[in-house]
């Protein structure tokens, strides 16, 4: 099949709407939440880990040292949870036992994901040099700066969204799976997983700033570390949304009739009537 017709067939597929691609991931975390137990206690215990060693001040590290636990512990922070969507995935599209195969596409997928998380983040150490030094005055060359950095990280989002299903794909053991493909499946596909996602995890993430809040004052590292077991959890409704629109996409395409091929008008033929 060549690019032309996979572009034809692919961006005439229906989005899944925001309701159903919700409704489909949280029955796909019901059903595997029996499972999900060991990937959901690694995710909170590298997110505790983590927070501890932000917190803790490292005096017996030299300045070199500090910098590469620090540098090791931010890529940990992508590869990770990376890691734990990837071998989750695999678990909500049925793949059972092969789901904790530590294979050459799980590991690609890992390496995709990383590769895809770290845009935003160096968009946001640029941002951060925004607001060096305390709080910035808001002349119109900082407003300028701030509506292009905000531009650029919806831009860098939508782009990341339209390439999902590319690591998905290949890590369910879909050669064909191309970013040429995920990107025109995706089509009408990126509204639906971004309300999805936000429509599960807004109350988890509500709940972790009650800890935040109550410690406001106080020992910040404490409720940061009360929030961590939302925030892996987190990391698996986000992979159940992705799970889900793969499958969705798949499916709606599937049911789809193939588009006929045009006839150049040369070789048409009438063909007689049988006498």
């Known amino acids: 099949m060549d690019s032309e017709t996979i572009g034809q067939e692919l ?18 975390l019901w059903r595997t939440a029996g499972r999900l137990g060991p990937l959901w206690l690694i995710g909170t215990l590298f997110i505790a880990l ?45 793949r059972g036992r092969e789901a904790w195969r530590l294979d050459g596409a799980f590991w690609r997928y890992v390496g995709v994901i990383t590769l895809l998380g770290l845009a935003p983040v160096m968009l946001s150490v640029w941002v951060n040099t925004l607001w060096a030094g305390g709080a910035p005055t808001l ?9 292009v950095a905000l531009a650029a990280f919806v831009l860098l989002l939508w782009a990341t969204l339209r390439l999902l299903l590319w690591p998905v794909g290949r890590l369910m053991g879909e050669a064909d799976m191309s970013p040429e493909r995920s990107w025109s499946l995706m089509r009408g596909g990126v509204v639906g997983y971004f309300g999805a996602s936000v429509l599960l995890t807004a109350p988890m993430f509500m709940l972790s700033m009650i800890p935040a809040v109550m410690t406001l004052h106080g020992d910040r590292a404490q409720g940061e570390l009360l929030a961590a077991p939302l925030g892996g959890a987190m990391t698996l409704v986000f992979a159940a949304v992705a ?33």
């Not at 002349?139 to 509506?147: D, I, Q, Y």
Request: hydrophobic letters at 45%; aromatic letters at 4%; charged letters at 15%.
């Open 50 to 94: 983590k927070i501890v060693a932000t917190n803790v001040p490292l005096s017996w590290a030299s300045e070199v040292q500090a910098g590469m636990i620090s540098g090791t512990l931010e890529l940990a922070g992508h590869v990770l949870p990376a890691a734990v969507s990837g071998l989750a995935i695999r678990m909500y599209l049925g």
């Open 139 to 147: 002349t119109t060359a900082f407003l300028s700066e701030a509506v």
């Open 11 to 28: 961006t005439e597929a229906p989005s899944a709407g925001v309701e159903q691609l919700a409704s489909a991931a949280l029955k796909s």
């Open 243 to 275: 799970a889900e629109i793969y499958r969705l996409r798949l499916a709606e395409l599937a049911g789809r009739p193939r588009p006929m091929p045009e006839i150049p008008p040369g070789q048409q033929r009438l063909t007689a009537s049988p006498s």
